[in-house]
């Protein structure tokens, strides 16, 4: 499951620009090329319909930030190929594909956590002049429990995790083979 | 928030340098004004001010003879400029180390020390705009007020068919030196400048004191006598100096009979002794490396200590099976309840099956530990709740899962990076670990 990890990746897309413009738009559109597999195999596993209806609670969150399919599609998958580095970790993604639909990510990682809140109160914020705060309640369990029992949480990572491996490698491939580009120019 | 699934990775560790050196800095500064900070540390500062004072003596005699020579400045308007020099570096979080020599440069073109005042905060401003050096755009600023204007075309280009040039400049930059100001900087600015004021202060002591030292009799004559009377063991400081000799070469022997301790006699035997157990104790350190890992990925202390528990309270099984869990005898794991101060909740059970000879067993401890897989408590002869079950095999590629309480991983020579890769893969396809992991009963 270990990642491979690349240690001059900046400097190898810094250069492709330099060696000649376009190289580095190359290399990402061919990487998204080979993980177009992944991005389909997760496109697959999302749910096709809306997984928080239930005969129980059949009204549907259509205005809401976390509704299905409000604001942004529900199995829309990005491909992102980023060299920028972080303060945090030195370790950081260089290709990876994001899920970035509320509702399609709240219903993947529902469940995943211990269960237990960490707080009983949420952080405090301003509020027309005045500050707020949150109960956390315990209605997310039945959410979860619902979620559970139509096996539609948990889905993006065993869906994809198949094709990992070929994508994987793939893009590895593509990663070298710019940068033998740029050792036999700057060689 | 979004799901991310990591393709490829990379390692960059410039970011988390620049957060280190920002937090280096904050620290150094914090040190040089002396918070928390004892007597040497004191002396360090005040020495360290003092020579901060001297290179700004300096830097500033430099850029006032400039003011004289180019512009005629007077003592009032000298003053004026220095103040004016602090206040800019103040607000913008430039040295005036670095604004002193652009000043200098403007003032030679212009002649008029107010002209070259106000170029000098234009030149801020372009260079934070730009992210140029402030030397360069010093340059250009001045070379454009000389009448050559190519340089600073090349950085606004904007500015090519422009009929005011500092006035069409100002309008495109103005303030911007001040509102880019890094925090940071202008701390360690004002930090300097305290420095440099204290050092002012204590400069003329320092003046006297070299120049006392350094007359014929003072203080370095005398430290040049004592040397030479340390070289040689017939006065009284060289045979202070043998003593120190004789004092180290003792604690040398002792060390030496430190290590002829382990050794029977023999240091070099005892030396070997000591470095053969630390190697053999390494594995185990290893193991809590991959303890620490699992840790980080995103559990808290906790955890940890759940975890910690888990390999503290094992019971070897087998040729090569290592068991932990359980609640002991007293049904709470000392360990942990020290770590945490809480009791472990409910019975954990983690199988870590490796193919080395991790552990050899006595025929009672094998017989124990078949028990204890059979999921029966061999103390109480008690089934263990909701422990031992049909666990979740894996086998080096995936994992069968029946049930939620045991992980069984199949790792060549106990690798802890191959056991926190297999723990990790088993979270992500079962989106997380046992409610065990997290101190719960099912």
């Known amino acids: 499951m270990a990642d491979d990890i690349v240690y001059n990746a900046k400097e190898i897309v810094k250069a492709l620009s330099e060696i000649e413009p376009g190289l580095k738009r190359a290399l990402v559109k061919d990487s998204r090329d080979a993980a177009e597999e992944a991005i389909s195999a997760i496109k697959s596993a999302i749910p096709k319909v809306n997984p928080f209806e239930s005969k129980v609670r059949p009204v549907t969150n259509t205005r809401g930030r976390l509704g299905w399919g409000v604001g942004k599609k529900p199995d829309e998958v990005k491909f992102s190929f980023t060299t920028k580095g972080s303060r945090r970790s030195a370790v950081t993604a260089l290709a990876s594909l994001k899920v970035n639909s509320p509702a399609t990510v709240l219903a993947d990682t529902a469940g995943k956590g211990s269960g237990t809140p960490r707080r009983s109160v949420t952080n405090s914020y301003t509020w027309k002049g005045q500050t707020r705060t949150h109960r956390v309640t315990t209605q997310g369990k039945s959410m979860i429990r619902h979620l559970r029992s139509n096996r539609t949480n948990n889905f993006v990572y065993p869906g994809v995790e198949k094709s990992l491996p070929r994508v994987q490698a793939e893009i590895k491939l593509i990663l070298e083979k710019y940068a033998a580009k740029v050792n036999r120019k700057l060689n | ?442």
């Open chain 2, 1 to 442: 928030m979004s799901v991310i699934v990591k393709l490829l990775s990379k390692f960059d560790d410039s970011g988390i340098k620049k957060a280190k050196g920002s937090f280096g800095g904050l620290k150094k500064t914090i040190g040089a004004i002396g918070i928390g900070i004892g007597i040497s540390q004191i002396t360090d500062l005040l020495m360290e001010s003092a020579k901060a004072a001297s290179a700004d003596k300096k830097s500033t005699e430099l850029l006032n003879t400039q003011l004289v020579r180019n512009a005629n400045a007077t003592k009032t308007q000298i003053k004026q400029s220095d103040n004016f020099i602090e206040k800019l570096s103040l607000q913008t979080g430039v040295m005036d180390d670095d604004l002193r020599p652009s000043m200098g440069k403007l003032v030679r073109v212009t002649k008029d020390v107010d002209k070259a005042q106000e170029l000098l905060a234009l030149s801020l401003d372009a260079s934070a705009t730009t992210g140029k050096p402030l030397e360069k755009v010093s340059t250009a600023i001045s070379a454009a007020f000389a009448g050559n204007k190519t340089q600073l075309v090349k950085l606004f280009p904007v500015l090519k068919d422009s009929k005011d040039l500092f006035g069409d400049l100002e309008k495109i930059v103005g303030g911007a030196a001040i509102q880019q100001a890094d925090p940071f900087s202008k701390f360690n600015n004002s930090m300097d400048i305290l420095k440099e004021k204290l050092g002012a202060a204590i400069l003329p002591l320092i003046e006297d004191f070299v120049a006392e030292i350094t007359k014929p009799g003072g203080l370095i004559e005398q430290v040049g006598k004592f040397l030479e009377d340390l070289s040689n063991p017939k006065s009284e400081a060289g045979k202070v100096f043998t003593d120190i000799k004789n004092a180290v070469k003792d604690a040398f022997g002792y060390v030496k009979d430190f290590f002829a301790f382990f050794g029977n006699g023999d240091a070099v035997e005892g030396f070997k002794n000591i470095a053969t157990a630390l190697i053999q104790a390494l594995p185990a350190l290893l193991a809590l490396k991959g303890i620490m890992m699992l840790a980080s990925a995103g559990k808290s202390i906790a955890n940890l200590a759940k975890a910690i528990a888990l390999m503290t309270g094992a019971n070897a099984v087998g040729d090569g099976t290592i068991v932990g869990g359980g609640k002991g005898k007293t049904g709470k794991a000392p360990f942990m309840s020290k770590l945490i101060g809480l009791p472990v909740i409910g019975t954990v059970a983690m199988v870590l099956t490796t193919s080395g000879d991790t552990k050899q067993m006595t025929p009672e401890e094998a017989a124990r530990a078949a028990i204890i897989r059979k999921g029966i408590n061999p103390d109480t002869g008690l089934p263990y709740k909701g422990a031992f079950g049909a666990g979740i095999f894996a086998s080096g590629k995936g994992f069968q899962a029946n049930t939620n309480n045991n992980i069984t991983i199949n790792v060549q020579s106990a690798d802890p990076k191959a056991v926190v890769d297999a723990v990790s893969k088993y979270a992500k396809n079962n989106g997380g670990l046992p409610p065990i992991f997290f101190g719960k009963k099912n």
